[in-house]
């Protein structure tokens, strides 16, 4: 990939230039900011532009507000993501005096718009928020690094026309990751870098690089058309809300009382704390004190990947099946692979599987056989089945014997129905193997040591 390189003072003329040559922004009127101690409003029927507000549309000045037309220009820097958008609207945080970092977890923002022919295209209007990437893990061949999110989960509502009545729409920006999808980025561009993933709920509790209003998801066939007329936006933002320390998390996992927990670990993962949303994700996921959603299992599991190596894992099993998300073996692979998370022995078990079946690679029984046999030396008690049918795959009976032997040994129990595969298995392979030599393979197996095998512990 070619690396391009420009100075500060390059890199914000050439900003400049892009903006005047597609935003006709005015200087005049700008509309007026309320910055009140719990929100933020912007009157558009009192001013001649949308600024501090941009966008990638024609505007235009009418009596009742500031009337934008569809479709503009394609936004086209997140195609290997969340596919083209279209910048309805764009609050630079810069642009606000004081803070230019703002915690929107469950703010409020209310919209008063009124739309005239509006077709979408099958697509849909959502909030979408953009964050800076933390100095400290910033790639430094880039100026800038961005994470974006769009609030999918809760599109915004708008009327193919409303006539001249406003259409009040408002929406929660809640932190519940199920509801959000990550923009990503456009791997064709030499910047490609310069937007990566970064955890929602710390994006969303410091958004200090832009508030948009967008289409997403339309028909690549066609493009959205119509008006919409911004009489006002007012963002409000939440009460602060408790969050309960690392501590009193624990002290309610360690009770076993998950119908308690639930709620305590839905604030504390608002809150940032990716172990909260780890157990959180576990609770979803099995059933603990309430329903099964995989589909927000998947959402907090993704969301405390990066800090906690055994939720990503929870989330590469759910791409694995396909629960709450849709099948992506390649996905999974890329999420076990982290340098975290790969040297976990269930990590090594998943990856273990996806090459016995060629799921997502070709077929790789020696690959297969490594990752399996690691996996149940170090613990993963379920890795010894499929160690032991790989084992057979390449045609070493004796060390398929030792596996599968030290199952029926020491965890009956544990494998159930499964063991009546395991005997047959074990039966042919005694066939192939002289009894001298399987009397020393038992003596081998009955020295294994016990061990704590790493698992979900369930309530009970």
Sequence with gaps: MTQINFSRSQFLLLVIVALLAVLPVSTVGIARAETLPSQLRFDFGQSESLAPWLSWMPTTKVSDGIEIRLPGRVDENHLDGIGPIYLIAHLPMSSLTGSNSYDLRDAEIVLAVRTKDLDLAGGRVCWWIVSEIPKQIRDPAYPWQQTNWALTGRAVALAADSGEQAQVVKTILSPDPSLWTY?????????????????????????????????????????????????????????????????????????????????????????????????????LKYGFGGAIDYHRAYGYFAAAADDEPEAAIEQADLLMKGLGTVQDYGAAIRVLSRERVRQLPRAKYLLGLLHWRGKGMPVDLAGARELLESAATDGQYNAMIPAGFVCIDLGDSEQAYRWLTLVKTRYTAQFGSMMSIVDRRIEVLSERIPKARRDSLDSEVASWPARQFSAVKRPG
């Design 183 to 283: 923009g990503g980025t456009n791997d064709t561009s030499p910047w490609a870098g310069r937007y990566r993933a970064f955890p929602l709920v710390r994006s969303l509790a410091a958004v200090d690089a832009s508030l948009h209003l967008v289409v997403v998801g339309c028909d690549p066939s066609r493009t959205p058309s119509g008006a919409v007329v911004l009489r006002s936006i007012e963002i409000r933002h939440a009460e602060p809300t408790v969050c309960p320390t690392a501590m009193e998390v624990e002290r309610l996992l360690v009770a076993g009382d998950w119908v308690v927990a639930r709620p305590v670990l839905e604030r504390a993962a608002s809150g940032g704390q990716s172990g909260a949303a780890f157990h959180l994700g576990n609770a």
